[in-house]
């Protein structure tokens, strides 16, 4: 019988023919986190069974799960994109069959996909129509999203066929971006900078620079992790600008911000009396609050200002050099963080008088999309008051994941049947990672009740010798301390033991 399924997998992984440019790779091309991940996610799969493919856009693992011929696509940086089950042409909804039957009658359907998708659900079919390979997509209700899509080996997809394109702020822009416009891009400004989702569910970050002068143009295209795709240039004569301006189609002007007379009185006329002599100034609102950005050419430090809808003062940020913070807040992360990377530095000063340092952390590991930071925040005499700590998932972390789960290849089936109720009789030696939702109440009780400022990292679930037991890992704000909590299984408190 195996081999008669091992026959069947050949045949449908060789009927399926690489697309959009894929092309076939060795398992050991791929990055150990992102195999850790899909076999932790599919922990019965046999890693000899699975194909793995490689495009512009990320991984595809082909496998058979269920019976069923299954693609599972990922980024590069191992985030799910979307899994096609292969189904049979009469499986699609009536609406999808009929629409092929009527607009492609001479055309053959080679493949059928049902589409498991967070953003479009659905279905794919593949057609051969005059010697070519197309597209449909439809939605999970049979009607038709996107056709006549040829499949291509060019990685490029032209801006009209985004199905998505959103414009967002510079700041939600990974670090690695940040830091590749500071460096290659000094004299250029950020007009505009759009997220955007073409029709295969892949993430673009589109970004619009133009220097001082406004006549040289420049838009970059980069995935959702920060890698450079695509890079265009234009040169614009003065008298085009000027044409473009009552232009609503021109998409590449500066956005000026918005003026003062859309401001509250109240409101500049408090910033025009704490600040005289500024540069750059502009007024713009982020939700009901109003914003103003400038300069003070006397420090050389960039500001902003924050009123409330109303115009009343909120609070004034100056933008700290990261490279040039105090001795003791650099020590303080040089020590509890070491390898960490500085992201940003703000000194803050609110309207209820609190004032404070806060430094936003991030480590290089760190394989989060979109990217998290650590907040530091310190007094005005450089010591630490708060922390709030991101959580952040490392590729030392799946490693760690795949070792637990190699001990134990039926974990995630054992789990499931369990539904959290435990058989004492039971006798399996391993350890299980959990979320701490999945704790007893009682558990979470005695946490609140006893260690007030300690924050939860870890959860697992342990066997030894037949018993069950919960251990809970608690890391207090502002200190490396770390304590293991031991709980039986019905959440009952054992013991405590301090790590250093």
Known sequence: MKKLIFIFSTFIFISILPMYGQNQINADELPQYLKTDFFRKFPTINPDDVKWYKSDDGYEARFIFQNTATNYVMTYAGKWI????????????RISQEYIKNNYPNATIKEVYMVQSDVYPGYKVILIDNQKEL?????????????????TTE?????????????????????????????????????KVYWAKDNFNVDYYIIELTNDKGDNLVEL?????????????????????????????????ITPGIPETMVPKNAIDYFKKKEKRVEQVKWDTINKNYVVSYVNPLRNLKY????????????????????????MITRFINDNYPGYIINSAENIVTHDKKKYILVEIY???????????????????YRLEKEILADGVSKYDFLEMQKKAQSLTKTKEYLEQLNHTLDEDDVIYYSQNISPKSLPGNVIKYVNENYSGWLLKEAMLIVEEGQYFYNIYLKKEGWPD??????????????????K
Do not use: A
């Not at 801006?159 to 891009?185: A, R």
């Not at 480590?363 to 005499?381: A, C, G, K």
């Open 82 to 93: 979307r899994t096609e089950s292969k189904i049979n042409e009469t499986d699609l909804p």
């Open 135 to 151: 597209i449909i997509n439809f939605d999970k209700s049979g009607n038709l999203l996107t056709e006549d899509k040829t499949i």
């Open 155 to 191: 990685s490029e997809i032209p801006e009209s066929e985004y199905v998505k394109k959103i414009s967002i702020l510079p700041d939600y822009l990974p670090s690695n971006i940040k830091e590749y416009l500071g460096l290659s891009y000094k004299n250029y400004y950020v007009s």
């Open 221 to 253: 295209e980069f995935d959702f992790y920060g890698n450079l795709l695509s890079q265009t240039q234009e040169t614009i004569e003065p008298k085009e600008i000027v044409t473009k301006k009552d232009k609503k189609s021109d998409s590449k002007k």
């Open 304 to 327: 902003q200002m924050e009123f409330d809808e109303k115009g009343n003062w909120l609070k004034t940020t100056t933008f700290l050099d990261p490279k040039s913070l105090n001795p």
């Open 363 to 381: 480590s290089p590991e760190w394989i989060n999309d979109p990217m998290v930071y650590h907040q530091l925040f310190f007094s005005l005499s």
């Open 482 to 499: 770390r304590i293991k909590l031991i709980f039986d299984f019905k959440g009952d408190f054992i013991s405590e033991e301090k790590i």
